[in-house]
Nanobody, 122 residues
């Protein structure tokens, strides 16, 4: 099992940046990912990260989102630049011990954090 705790969300103005963190206990897993759920919408994948360094992004996330890991700190990050009001959502990280392709599909992941809220005002 793994426990995931997200942090770093907040309220920002459009054009700003945030770096979200997800700390994994007792440690990182092979696949980890970020997802988001906007009010009234389905949860959608943002990015996935394999322990070998491979990363995958949803098409909408390729330009402004960066997923990264710090294995020494057992922490997964999501850097979001040029935030827009449509980025307003609850952002959650997810983890899975299985190898293979670490995509942005919810069903691929077994463990989830509680999420951190990002609110972007225009």
């Amino acid at each position: 099992q793994v426990q995931l705790v997200e942090s770093g969300g907040g309220s920002v103005q459009a054009g700003g940046s945030l770096r979200l963190s997800c700390t994994a206990s007792p440690g990182m897993t092979i696949c980890m990912g970020w997802f988001r759920q906007a009010p009234g919408k389905e949860r959608e994948g943002v990015a996935g990260s394999h322990s070998d360094g491979t990363v995958v992004y949803a098409n909408y996330a390729k330009a402004r989102f960066t997923i990264s890991r710090d294995n020494a700190r057992n922490t997964l990050y999501l850097q979001i630049n040029n935030l827009q009001p449509e980025d307003t959502a609850m952002y959650s990280c997810a983890a899975d011990f299985r190898g293979g392709y670490c995509n942005t599909v919810q069903g691929r992941y077994d463990y989830w954090g509680q999420g951190t809220q990002v609110t972007v005002s225009s």
